[in-house]
């Protein structure tokens, strides 16, 4: 017994080194950025102490309240199209259990490819001029369309290209929760004669929801801090009609060099990617079975 305290206390004075590491390593930043939040600073000159006017003054920013709609819209349109998407794929993977080793390694291409390879393949592929998806709609009659260059659209397009390459993803976590069900289940409901509808909304679907939930919490954090296609793609425009909260950060940062504010911005932008993230375990621990 006393020897196995003694193991037990080598291992954690051999781990307390990396914990602290690890901790300091995501501590130093983010106390760092509040306290960056809390000062009008800007590069190359002194930082004073404002006490919070960088907050007062981002409730008062219009530029603000349109990057957190359009970070919330983004969010809500890109998430449930890849759940609906990633959890119907996942259930023809299922059915199909020939293709699903074929597929399941197609699949995984689309969110393996950086992001900087995606957003511009999709800028050529939607350009107005030379671009195919405006040939193939003329091809069947229907007008040519801006794309990422219209403000009414290029939500609806932006939600697409993170839909095509996350979706997969999705689509695997589900294939996963899918193959993990009991079968009993299944074998019961079947001798009971309940159809392949019933059986999806009354025994499917509710043993998958801490699946699907769980593949809502990984995405989630993706998703709020949205950045990467939309700067390779749009830079925030046209305008300011893809100017996401994070977008808006970055360039009041590193183009206008008010590190305080964009600070501020930023800390706003982590407790509502972390107040997602808490709703959503929360909602997986009621329907986890």
């Given at each position: 017994m006393s020897q196995s305290i003694g193991t037990r206390r080598q291992l954690n004075m051999l781990s307390t080194p990396a914990v602290?590491?690890?901790?300091?390593?995501?501590?130093?930043?983010?106390?760092?950025?509040i306290w960056l939040s809390l000062h009008e600073f800007s590069f190359g000159g002194n930082a004073t102490l404002n006490y919070g006017r960088n907050y007062l003054l981002m409730l008062q920013d219009g530029e603000f309240w349109n990057g957190l709609k359009i970070?919330?819209?983004?969010?809500?349109?890109?998430?449930?199209?890849?759940?609906?998407?990633?959890?119907?794929?996942?259930?023809?993977?299922?059915?199909?259990?020939?293709?699903?080793?074929?597929?399941?390694?197609?699949?995984?291409?689309?969110?393996?490819?950086?992001?900087?390879?995606?957003?511009?393949?999709?800028?050529?592929?939607?350009?107005?001029?030379?671009?195919?998806?405006?040939?193939?709609?003329?091809?069947?009659?229907?007008?040519?369309?801006?794309?990422?260059?219209?403000?009414?659209?290029?939500?609806?397009?932006?939600?697409?290209?993170?839909?095509?390459?996350?979706?997969?993803?999705?689509?695997?976590?589900?294939?996963?929760?899918?193959?993990?069900?009991?079968?009993?289940?299944?074998?019961?409901?079947?001798?009971?004669g309940a159809s392949r509808w019933k059986t999806f909304w009354r025994i499917t679907l509710p043993l998958l929801m801490p699946t699907i939930v769980t593949a809502a919490i990984l995405r989630s954090v993706d998703l709020l801090r949205f950045f990467d296609i939309i700067y390779i793609t749009t830079q925030g425009g046209p305008g300011n009609a893809s100017n996401?909260?994070?977008?808006?950060?970055?360039?009041?940062?590193?183009?206008?060099?008010?590190?305080?504010?964009?600070?501020?911005?930023?800390?706003?932008?982590?407790?509502?990617?972390l107040g997602a993230v808490v709703v959503l375990t929360q909602a997986r621990k009621r329907v986890a079975w």
């Open positions: 602290i590491f690890t901790l300091a390593l995501i501590a130093f930043p983010f106390a760092y950025t970070t919330l819209v983004l969010y809500v349109l890109s998430l449930v199209l890849q759940l609906v998407l990633g959890t119907y794929i996942a259930l023809l993977l299922h059915s199909s259990k020939k293709l699903s080793g074929i597929v399941r390694t197609l699949m995984i291409s689309p969110f393996v490819l950086p992001p900087v390879v995606v957003g511009m393949m999709w800028l050529v592929v939607l350009d107005p001029s030379i671009g195919a998806a405006n040939w193939l709609l003329q091809s069947v009659g229907l007008p040519r369309s801006d794309w990422l260059a219209s403000p009414q659209w290029v939500i609806p397009t932006v939600a697409f290209i993170d839909t095509w390459q996350w979706t997969p993803y999705v689509a695997l976590i589900v294939l996963g929760g899918l193959q993990s069900l009991p079968p009993n289940v299944y074998e019961a409901a079947q001798i009971d996401t909260l994070n977008i808006y950060g970055f360039r009041k940062g590193f183009e206008f060099f008010e590190i305080g504010y964009a600070s501020a911005l930023m800390i706003t932008l982590s407790t509502i990617v």
